[in-house]
């Protein structure tokens, strides 16, 4: 167990709705990260916070938001959504924000648009 | 830019088999080297890193030298169990002054393990 706790595990939706993943760090890690993992993409980062505030940007189209909430947990919003977005998004945490800091990854949310 | 290639899978051997699973990368400068391990069902789990050139990350038996010359950090098991068997994961992260962790993954390779 990575103490890395996503929410929910699985989620069936329409294209052109808008969902939530949320994502609790491990205790004590400050940093968060999201990743999507596709079978044609393989694993992408999308975004990186620390504390609170937008720390790195990866390839996290438009209609994807997030942000981390002062209790340091963390949210996914994807709008509009698209068959092309289904996947595995990976939420993961460190304790600071550099490279020498290892992720902790959770089990994932597993997205299906139909 | 920067970028990580591994062989493709699967990997198909018998238990107590040598492994090997090759993985090169593309960067800039000074990169750190990673092998996450990805089990059935759950999120990816870091196995062993290297920071520095000629570093040998190792933990459970699975080991990997960080190779500047040939920019290469293959993976390795001297006798490969059953339970193994997961997808494994090559990946780099560079260093911008400390401030981010942008883990670059390469595309996995499925390693499959019989008894």
């Known amino acids: 167990d990575s103490g890395v706790t996503q929410t929910p595990k699985h989620l069936i939706t329409a294209t052109g709705q808008r969902v939530t993943l949320r994502c609790s760090p491990r205790?004590?890690?400050?940093?968060v990260y999201w990743y999507q993992q596709s079978l044609d993409q393989g694993l992408q980062f999308l975004i990186q916070?620390?504390?609170?505030?937008?720390?790195a940007k990866g390839n996290i189209l438009e209609r994807f938001s997030a942000q981390q909430f002062p209790d340091l947990h963390s949210e996914l919003n994807l709008s509009s959504l698209e068959l092309g977005d289904s996947a595995l998004y990976f939420c993961?945490?460190?304790?600071?924000?550099?490279?020498?800091?290892?992720?902790?990854f959770g089990n994932g949310t597993r997205l299906t648009v139909t | 830019g920067n970028s990580v290639t591994q062989m493709e899978g699967p990997v198909t051997l018998s238990e107590e088999a040598f492994l090997t699973i090759n993985c090169t990368y593309t960067?800039?400068?000074?990169?750190?080297l990673f092998w996450y391990v990805q089990y059935p069902g759950e999120g990816l789990q870091l196995l062993l890193k290297a920071t520095k050139a000629d570093d040998k990350g190792s933990n459970k038996g699975f080991e990997a030298t960080y190779r500047k010359e040939t920019t290469s950090f293959h993976l390795e098991k001297g006798s490969v169990q059953v339970s193994d068997s997961a997808v494994y994961f090559c990946a780099l992260s560079k260093r911008y002054g400390g401030a981010t962790n942008k883990l670059i993954f390469g595309t996995g390779t499925l390693l499959a393990v019989q008894p």
């Open positions: 993961a945490s460190s304790v600071a924000p550099g490279v020498d800091s290892p992720l902790h």
């Open positions: 916070y620390y504390n609170g505030e937008e720390r």
């Open positions: 960067a800039t400068g000074y990169p750190s």
């Open positions: 205790s004590g890690d400050l940093s």
